[in-house]
């Protein structure tokens, strides 16, 4: 089972960008599916993006969509996600998770479906 530990977060102003990396320890992450999640306070977290093994299947929230891409780089154990025209309701603690898959399609949009989780880190937008 991997452990993951993300990164990038920070402070930002309304229109700027910020990259998140997740990076994977343990072996085989490329039998894993990804994806990133979100909690804002006094909010339940919720789906933000997912890849697939290969980085061939994608998919993304609507109120991210054409704003976010994630990516993931195999070769590193690394998935990233790159935030731009970040708006204040993107405020959030930004989490990635990980769960083992038999295919290279599969991918996620529930939290149920992830038995790894990373300890968070925070993004704040500030307008």
């Known amino acids: 089972q991997v452990q993951l530990v993300e990164s990038g977060g920070g402070l930002v102003q309304a229109g700027g960008s910020l990259r998140l990396s997740c990076a994977a320890s343990?072996?085989?992450?490329?039998?894993?599916?990804m994806g990133w999640f979100r909690r804002a306070p006094g909010k339940e977290r919720e789906f933000v993006s997912t890849i697939s093994r290969s980085g061939g299947n994608t998919v993304y929230s609507d109120s991210v969509k054409g704003r976010f891409t994630i990516s993931r780089d195999n070769a590193k154990n690394t998935v990233y996600l790159q935030m731009n025209s970040l708006k204040p309701e993107d405020t959030a603690v930004y989490y990635c998770a990980a769960r083992y898959v038999p295919g290279g399609t599969y991918y996620s949009t529930k939290t149920t479906d992830y038995n790894t989780w990373g300890q968070g880190t925070q993004v704040t937008v500030s307008s």
């Open positions: 343990g072996r085989a992450f490329s039998t894993y599916m």
